[in-house]
């Protein structure tokens, strides 16, 4: 999959300037900005619904509008809302799906990977809004898609259906499939993401793994949870003059060392002194979270962790106004020939 200074326009508004980035087979790309970045352009872009203005797309070697027909039964795609039947239940939607493939993952056991086995037959329109995301995600996966478009997947969903989600994309990541995905819970991308691209005003900002973005802007502190109400003046004070210890959260601290100070001593006087009391240490990491660089790298621009509003990222409403659009032309595998691969997935 390849992004290649691509610019999208809406008559004057110019949403994507210049874009460039590539995914590969295996590799899980989250797409992170501000409302209005243009991440849904891209993606729309990506999954051959959206007509670029410049620059270049492909997508296994495949341009995405152009050879439409034969890219679509080899890409799955996951909306935030609509496309589905609201009468319908999830073993219906997924069966009535899954014939639209020649070949289709079993619709049965999509169901209990995605945990909805136990409310195979409630209509759409009463499953929860975790529910109906886990739905979506099993709809994505029925075809055995070779490039995977997530759109918020763990939006909404409780934190058991979060652990399932994780490790459906971690399982899609390991059977060499590309998923690129966007969302707004940047804890979800550290976890999940082999590859971050930081987006606003249509450009990239950034790029690279979680922990590259998270070093390059590292301030040397060190964060650690434990009991709540800690003496912090007196254990920065352990650590070393010039260190600050705030409580971020109860129970949650961030400990800053005075320059010069290097983390394995400082690491060590923490442990040292909550041990003397007989404190646990627990979450201990060093240098910032990719939350903490997103937010250095945009400047704060944006709200981290809200989903974004309809539309947010198009002036003409986005996907979500037309969900059932990307399932509802998807067409039978009819012996056309596959593309392998250009330079990414």
Known sequence: M???????????????????????????????????????????????????????????????????????????VMLQNGGVYPMLGPAQVLDLFSRYYDDPADPGALLDQVGLGPVRRTPWRRLSGGEQQRLSLALALVGRPRVLFLDEPTAGVDPEGRLAVRSIIAD??????????????????????????????????????????????????????????????????????????????????????????????????????????????GDLRTGQSLEEAYLAITGGRGTVGDPPPDGADSPDGGRGGDAGRGRGRRSRRSGAARSGPGTGA
């Open 2 to 76: 390849v992004c290649d200074d691509v610019v999208i326009r809406y008559g004057d508004t110019l949403a994507v300037d210049r874009l460039s980035f590539v995914g590969h087979a295996g590799q899980v790309v989250a797409l992170l900005g501000p409302n209005g970045a243009g991440k849904t352009s891209t993606v729309e872009a990506l999954e051959g619904y959206r007509p670029v203005t410049g620059g270049t797309v492909r997508v296994l070697g495949l341009d995405p509008r152009h050879d439409h027909a034969a890219l679509v039964p080899d890409i799955g």
């Open 172 to 281: 899609q990541r390991d059977r060499g499939i590309c998923v690129v995905l966007t969302t707004h819970e940047l804890t979800e991308a550290e976890r999940l993401a082999d590859r971050v691209v930081i987006i606003d005003h249509g450009r990239t900002l950034a790029e690279g793994s979680p922990a590259e973005l998270a070093a390059g802007t590292a301030d040397g502190s060190i964060r650690f949870t434990t009991e709540p109400g800690l003496d912090t003046v007196a254990l920065a004070s352990a650590v070393g003059p010039g260190t600050t210890l705030d409580e971020e959260r109860p129970g949650s601290y961030r400990l800053l060392p005075p320059p010069g100070t290097a983390s394995p001593s400082a690491v060590a006087t923490l442990a040292a002194w909550l041990a003397e009391r007989s404190l646990a240490l």
